[in-house]
């Protein structure tokens, strides 16, 4: 089993969103190396830190689980979608996704500024300069460390 951490902007899909369909494609990203992650690396029953970025105050919200390997990303072939992207097509997709569930929603965010107190989190990808890639792999020992902060 791996960890991950997943950024999304929580106007356009929350914790509480996830919450309401119980799972979801991790549909619309657009980085090679996040993409490799979700087509090479996650694996069914992988753990998320679900990430709410782009606000404030930006922090680990809650809890997903992988639940669906990879698979090609419906919005890279739609011409109306954010994310078209017309190189692709069916035969040769170019991105991929997971599909997420739903495992917990966090009674308190836990805030970046609380997790870059936390001396045992100091190696954590998140919290280092320029670090802006929206899935990132994260030690089982730092998801163990932010699930305590969030219930404590």
Known sequence: MKYWLMKTEPELFSIDTLKTKQSALWDGVRN???RNFMMNDMQIGDKVLFYHSSCEPPGVAGLAEVVAAAEP???QLDPKSDYFDAKATKAKPIWYCVRVGFAEKFANLV???????EKALHDLPLLRPGQRLSIQPVGKKEFDWICKMARS
């Open 32 to 34: 090679y190396q996040a």
């Open 73 to 75: 990303d419906p919005t």
């Open 111 to 117: 805030a970046l500024e609380r997790i870059r107190g």
